[in-house]
């Protein structure tokens, strides 16, 4: 009984929130006014480009899943912010329910409520259905493709796996970031084959199904640029972001000095490129040249940059989806940034910016830091315990953290939430049952 009141709360706080984000939220920032641009793109002209008039060069920088969605709702007459955010309200409502339905044979029965009632109340799930952002459009495939897997992995159908590629690939298509995840998910399920010949092979049907959803994509950038790259986003964040917040922190600069040092860099290696080639340098080649550029400058500064990852870790648990709960909902917070109380030395910088913290923002950050150390936990168990799906969840997580992130850092970020919670949940299971001396409960139904 007080389990369905919960819940009936939960939905109650999430109506009120639409309700209140329909008269007062923001719906769009920088990012997503190009996603509408190029949705409009695509529907009046029938072209993926940034420009609105001819010759419409073609967009490698942002990849088109979303931006198509967008279309396709306006296409269908559902034009206008409201419709949208209605529309991934109801999606991210499907999303719990895959869980609900899915979960039941994948997790136990504890698992599967405190996931249930943390995707119900958790910032990310409340902030990100409200935005014209691509997170829930691809929360929905992460999280169905993943399903998709453990169900497999359950009862060998080769059907399940390939739907699962299929997902994964369409994930691609709206974040690219999860590009290279499905060769180190290919190689658990070939791993947990254990020498059967005919489960080896399909782990290469996975793989498969997942480059026939992205190939047509590579093949489209391969014809106009000569080179099938699927985005150029991380050329941007490791010379516009990682290269400068490393050298300034290394050189003992500031930010905006470092960015001027490399931006002339930048500068003087694409002149003199062009000059050598007697040509100018296509959008993909400048994404090359942009990488090479902020790889050489982290090679230079290895131990300043694996410190900034940490500070990043630590920074991304200071309550991101809260701050975009709050710019969302058109409210401000007055708070000390992780940025500048680190500037005080690592102890005494986070003890600063923890006095300064307001209510909402402390209590998601402690709650993080706690997922965090249980997810760690989590992981030990399943590094002991070999299930394959386990192993997926652990290594899939742990993949979002290590891939270059904006602004410099990795990120907690919110497509992954759901699971780095269910590794925490296996973790502070596990550690219960060995601190009251009694057999660790199974993780599978």
Not at 382 to 403: H, R, V
Request: hydrophobic letters at 50%.
């Amino acid at each position: 009984m007080g389990f369905r009141v919960f819940i009936a709360l939960a939905l109650m706080l999430r109506l009120g929130l639409f309700l209140y984000f329909i008269q007062y939220g923001q719906f769009v920032d920088n990012d997503s006014k190009l996603y509408l641009l190029l949705a409009d793109n695509l529907l009046e002209h029938g072209v993926f480009s940034e420009q609105t008039t001819a010759p419409f060069t073609p967009e490698v920088f942002r990849t088109p899943g979303y931006p198509a969605f967008l279309a396709l709702l306006k296409g269908l007459g559902l034009a206008g912010t409201h419709w949208v955010v209605f529309i991934q309200e109801i999606i991210y409502g499907l999303c719990i329910f895959m869980v609900y339905q899915h979960g039941q044979r994948l997790f136990s029965s504890k698992i599967l409520t405190a996931t249930l009632v943390f995707m119900l109340v958790e910032p990310g799930g409340l902030v990100y259905p409200k935005m014209i952002m691509s997170e829930l459009l691809f929360l929905a495939f992460f999280l169905a493709g993943m399903l998709a897997i453990g169900e497999y992995l359950l009862a060998p159908r080769l059907r399940a796996l390939f739907m699962a590629g299929v997902l994964l690939g369409v994930g691609a298509l709206i974040r690219p970031a999860v590009f290279y995840l499905p060769v180190i998910i290919s190689v658990v399920l070939w791993l947990s084959a254990e020498g059967n010949g005919w489960r080896k092979s399909q782990s290469g049907v996975f793989l498969l199904a997942f480059l026939l959803v992205v190939s047509p994509w590579l093949i489209r950038n391969y014809h106009y640029f000569g080179k099938p790259v699927m985005t150029g986003a991380l050329s941007n964040l490791l010379v516009n972001y990682h290269a400068p917040i490393v050298m300034a922190d290394a050189e003992n600069i500031s930010r905006q000095a470092s960015g001027k040092i490399i931006a002339m860099q930048l500068t003087l290696t694409k002149k003199l490129t062009e000059n050598r080639l007697g040509r100018p340098l296509t959008v993909v080649e400048g994404f090359e040249l942009e990488q090479q550029l902020g790889l050489a400058v982290l090679k230079q500064y290895p131990l300043t940059y694996l410190k900034q990852w940490v500070f990043g870790c630590l920074k991304t648990m200071n309550g991101p989806f809260v701050t975009q709960f709050y710019d969302s909902f058109g409210m401000h917070s007055e708070r000390v940034h992780f940025a500048e109380a680190i500037q005080r030395g690592f102890l005494p910088g986070v003890i600063y910016y923890f006095k300064n913290l307001d209510l909402f923002f402390l209590l998601n950050t402690v709650l993080t830091m706690l997922m965090a150390v249980f997810a760690l936990l989590g992981g030990v168990y399943i590094i002991q315990n070999k299930d394959p799906f386990q192993w997926i969840i652990m290594l899939s997580c742990f993949y979002f953290i290590c891939i270059p992130g904006p602004e410099g850092y990795p990120r907690f970020r919110f497509p992954v939430g759901v699971f780095w919670f269910i590794q925490a949940c296996i973790g502070y299971f596990w550690l219960q049952a060995k601190l009251m001396q009694r057999p660790v409960a199974p993780v599978h139904a």
